[in-house]
């Protein structure tokens, strides 16, 4: 019977073929196929089974088969047209250009995500000339989405790090310190951490300096299931404030995320933390376009984290180095009203040490730490209007322009913490980016621990 049914849609399909009709070989049109699918379907439904086929098994694996073989030229060619849309920003007197891709193409140095042609061949007066068919409400959000949506991955790898970094210094301080919570004594803890983050980028071609700060406040407890493992949770609050010099272009924003984290000592197979986290981001922008055009915008969304890290503690007296392995994927969505939503993913790899010491004193002891960090970036994605107009040439209005994503970075850190004979601890950290192109940062953090 199947053959039947085959050798029936043959007939079929050369009776249209010699009526000018496409065939089933080469471009067949949808419709075509999709009648003559649904024929096949039909008569194979009709058909008469064998028990010892096991009707029901033959029934529930051919079925879905044949629906996408007859459905799948409608998906292609839904996809196609979808792929010819025209472009926002598009110049009103030039041919429409071709799509963007939605995922930033690496320079032949792997440095960063933009196009090098793009950005060298692109004038500010060619900038704005391809906005011109667009609204002054469209083009702000455009030109920010991307920019934006960047910050708050960069914001909230932040905040998973440094929870890992701070559960690993805690139980660094506890065996070299001799605290009373790694004796059992004491079990839970509370804390409370400000942090100052800069972070200056140069002005490039076409491009206007970028000048970012945060301050941050965090809040959180830790609970020591036992002397292997210790869990906790954290409370962030950050406001974010960015401004490009020589413009009238600025963002105030505000993210509030919540992280839970874990520590389990993995005796001689050293340690391994968790971190999880989300946040949700609010920013007021305001756009300046360069022609006398200002443009204030509204962007919310949120930001989901997950950092996982390994790392291994070598201990010679007084003093520790411990070499760690990070693994983090961060994701987040920013929507706007007007240019709808920008969505971006972000995995980055890490691998450093960290060496302390401890200082026996009167009333306790000190422990002086530093750190040395290198991260490279295996993936950064971002898709959606504003997406296509930060990777592509619709990015480069006159300000602000795309911000430089350098797939490697690094960073040297130096901290302080003291811990008394009643639980009190105190800790300070200053950290320095290294290797960002045309990018200074830097990042200072202290707080406050009570054992309860």
């Known amino acids: 019977m199947a053959y039947a049914a085959w050798k029936n849609l043959r007939l079929q399909t050369r009776r249209h073929s010699t009526s000018g009709m496409p065939t089933l070989q080469g471009e067949a049109s949808p419709p075509l196929v999709g009648k003559a699918c649904l024929r096949v379907g039909f008569k194979f439904l009709s058909m008469p089974l064998t028990p010892l086929l096991s009707p029901t098994r033959v029934w529930l694996v051919l079925t879905p088969v044949a629906v996408a073989a007859c459905w799948w030229p409608l998906i292609t060619q839904a996809q196609a047209m979808t792929a010819s849309a025209d472009i926002p920003c598009a110049a009103p007197n030039e ?7 939605e995922e930033f193409i690496p320079d032949s140095d792997g440095t960063r995500f933009i196009d090098r ?32 949506a960047l910050h708050s991955q960069q914001a ?39 942090a100052s983050h800069t972070a200056d980028q140069g002005a490039m071609a076409n491009a206007a300096g970028l000048a970012q700060s945060s301050a941050d406040l965090n809040l959180g407890a830790d609970y020591r299931l036992s002397e292997q493992a210790v869990v906790g949770a954290g409370l962030s609050l950050q406001y974010p404030r960015l401004r490009w010099l020589g413009t009238a272009s600025r963002v105030r924003g505000q993210q509030v995320g919540l992280s839970l ?16 986290a989300r946040s949700t981001d609010r920013y007021r922008s305001t756009t300046d376009l360069g022609d006398g055009t200002v443009v204030d915008g509204r962007q919310r969304g949120h930001t989901t984290g997950l950092s996982l890290q390994w790392g291994h503690d070598l201990a010679w007296g007084a003093h520790s180095v411990s070499p760690y392995l990070r693994l983090d994927q961060v994701r987040t969505r920013l929507t706007d009203a007007t240019v709808g939503d920008t969505q971006g993913r972000s995995d980055a790899a890490s691998v450093g040490v960290q060496w302390q010491a401890s200082v026996l004193q009167t009333w306790g002891v000190l422990l002086p730490y530093a750190r040395v960090e290198w991260s490279e970036t295996t993936r950064q994605r971002l898709t959606g209007a504003s997406a296509q107009a930060y990777a592509t040439a619709q990015g480069w209005l006159p300000a602000p322009a795309p911000q430089a ?48």
Request: net charge positive.
């Open 405 to 452: 994503a350098d797939r490697h970075q690094g960073s040297a850190a130096v901290g302080l913490s003291s811990v008394n004979a009643k639980g009190m601890s105190l800790f300070a950290d200053y950290e320095q980016g290294i290797g960002l192109r045309n990018t200074t940062h830097w990042r200072f953090s202290a707080g406050v621990r009570q054992e309860l």
């Open 95 to 101: 041919a429409p250009a071709e799509a963007p891709a």
């Open 156 to 194: 909230l790898r932040l905040q998973l790090h440094q929870q890992q970094l701070r559960v690993l210094q805690r139980q660094q301080a506890d065996r070299l310190g001799g605290s009373p919570w790694l004796r059992g004594e004491r079990r839970l803890s509370v804390w409370a951490q400000g």
């Open 261 to 276: 984290y874990g520590l389990h000592e993995l005796g001689r197979w050293g340690h391994l933390s968790l971190a999880v």
């Open 117 to 148: 042609d793009i950005e060298t061949a692109l004038t500010r007066e060619r900038a704005a000339a391809i906005g011109q068919n667009v609204s002054a409400t469209e083009c702000g959000p455009l030109v920010q989405g991307g920019v934006l």
